[in-house]
Each structure stands twice: as C-alpha cells, then as structure tokens.
C-alpha cells in the first residue's frame, strides 16, 4: 500500500491500535478520517491533532453505517482507504445461556460492522484510481482463544470474508488487506493495557508501518507469527490450551 497522499477512513480509532495508527499515518501526510462512537473522544482527537478529522459512527447500527458513509463522502470528497477497525473483545461463560447477548453485539460490531462498512464504500472505492481495504482479524481468528469464542469466531470470519473479497476484487485495483495484530496493550480487554502478555501499542505501530508498503495480503507482526501458523506448526492444541489459561 502507498502509506502516502491516502483519503484514510478508520471506522474505530478513539483508542488503541486504530488512534495509533491515525495518528502515524496522519504524520505520514495522509488525510485521515477518525470513527467512534465517543463523541467527546472525537471531539478532543480534533483538538489534539489539528488535520484529523472526525466522523460519529455506529458499525453496529446498519442505518448509522449508510448515514455516515454518506456524511465521509460529502464532506470529503471521497476516500480511496477504508481500515474497518471497530471491534469488541468479551469473555463469554458458554455453560451460561446468558452468554448470548453478549455474542450477538459482537456478531453485529466485529462481523457485520466490517461487512456494512465494505457494502458502504465498495462502490466507490472500486471507481478509484489506487485504493486499499484493510479489515482487522487477530491471531485468535487462526488459533482461538477458548474464553473468548465468539470474539475468536468473529476474527475468523473476518480472515475468511477477506479472502474472498480479494479474489472478487482482483483486477479492480483495489488491494485487499488484512491486519491480525497478536496481543497488543490496549483497553480492548480489562487489564490489558499494560498487561505483560500483550505488546507495547507504539512497537506494533511502528512494526505495522514498516510492513505496510509491501504487505500484499495478511499484515504479519512477528509475535502473531506462532498464533498464525500454530496449525501448520502442529501446536494449535497446545496453545489454545496455553491461551483458555492466560490471566485477564
Ligand atoms: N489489542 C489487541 O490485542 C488486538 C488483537 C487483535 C485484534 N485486535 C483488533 O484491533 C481492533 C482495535 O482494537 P483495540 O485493541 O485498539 O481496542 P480499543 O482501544 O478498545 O479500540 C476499539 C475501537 O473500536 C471502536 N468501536 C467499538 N465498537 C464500535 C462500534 N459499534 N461502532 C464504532 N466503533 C466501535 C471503539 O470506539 P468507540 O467505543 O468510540 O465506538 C474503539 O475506537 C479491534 O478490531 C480488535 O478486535 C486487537
């Protein structure tokens, strides 16, 4: 991807992984465009970094999804980069049927945010000269995470939807990317902003912004590497096991 000279939508970027890299590729002369649903988040983005602009957004609410989108094309004039990085982490008790709620918000955030965000902007994103879409997996979504199973099936839905959208656009110009970050500090889980298991949020920026002008399909940080390939390595059991243990 051209990290410069971008019109960037990033549906999700109040905090953690997706402010941090709004922020980077702000720097890096993009026009970048923050979504939230937390309106005083947004409004002190656009205090603190003048050029940043800011759009409220719901990717749970399909009616929400078409109202903003529209709002981004009006008042920008288009955009050739949609990263749909909203998401929600839960821990979910599956012998409690009361599991069930909280797996259907993360259905319509995780799953169908992304899916109305790509129905959204598909149209006009094909119609631009140079464009990327970057969805937002994990490493859960190839070696799940046992005390997070919906969260973890959201990934993999997400890693599969990918897939499929690349080979449907191939030949339009349109990159299809997709960023599984590995454990990363971030308020994404109670106690995980500065939780020993997790990387630090600036090093995987940095490792992010390193790996973007070449990436061609899955954008890989180091430390993902063991949860991406734990199949083909033959020590997924292992490390689902090692992961329904992990503190949180
Ligand atoms: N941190 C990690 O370890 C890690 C690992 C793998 C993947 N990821 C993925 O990275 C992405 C960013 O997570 P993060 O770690 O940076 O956590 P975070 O700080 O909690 O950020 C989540 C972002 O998603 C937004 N969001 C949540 N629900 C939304 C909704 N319904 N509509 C619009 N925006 C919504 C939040 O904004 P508002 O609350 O303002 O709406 C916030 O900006 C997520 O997709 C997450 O699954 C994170």
């Not at 298991?197 to 899955?218: K, N």
């Amino acid at each position: 991807m051209r990290i410069h000279d971008n019109t960037i939508f990033i549906p999700g970027a109040t905090s953690g992984i997706g402010l941090a890299l709004a922020v980077r590729l702000h720097s890096e002369g993009n026009h970048v465009i923050v979504g939230g649903r937390r309106t005083e988040l947004l409004a002190q983005i656009a205090r603190q970094y003048p050029g940043i602009d800011t759009v409220r957004i719901d990717v749970a609410d399909a009616a929400d999804v078409d109202r903003a989108a529209a709002e981004v094309l009006e008042r920008f004039g288009g955009v050739n980069v949609l990263i749909t990085m909203a998401g929600l982490m839960r821990a979910e008790n599956l012998r409690d049927r009361g599991f069930l709620p909280t797996a259907v918000t993360e259905v319509h955030t995780n799953i169908l945010g992304p899916l109305r965000l790509v129905s959204a902007f598909v149209e006009h994103i094909v119609a631009q000269p140079q464009a990327t879409i970057i969805t937002v997996s994990s490493g859960l979504a190839f070696t799940p995470m046992a005390t997070t199973p919906t969260y973890s099936a959201s990934k993999a839905a997400i890693h599969s939807f990918t897939d499929s959208l690349r080979l449907q656009l191939a030949g339009t110009g349109v990159e299809v990317l997709e960023l599984a970050p590995p454990a990363v500090q971030t308020d994404l889980m109670p106690g995980q902003a500065d939780a020993e298991w997790a990387m630090p949020l600036d090093g995987f920026v940095d490792e992010v912004m390193s790996l973007l002008p070449s990436a061609t399909r899955e954008i890989l940080v180091e430390n993902v590497k063991p949860l991406r390939f734990a199949e083909s390595a033959g020590n997924r059991d292992d490390l689902m096991a090692a992961l329904a243990h992990q503190a949180h």
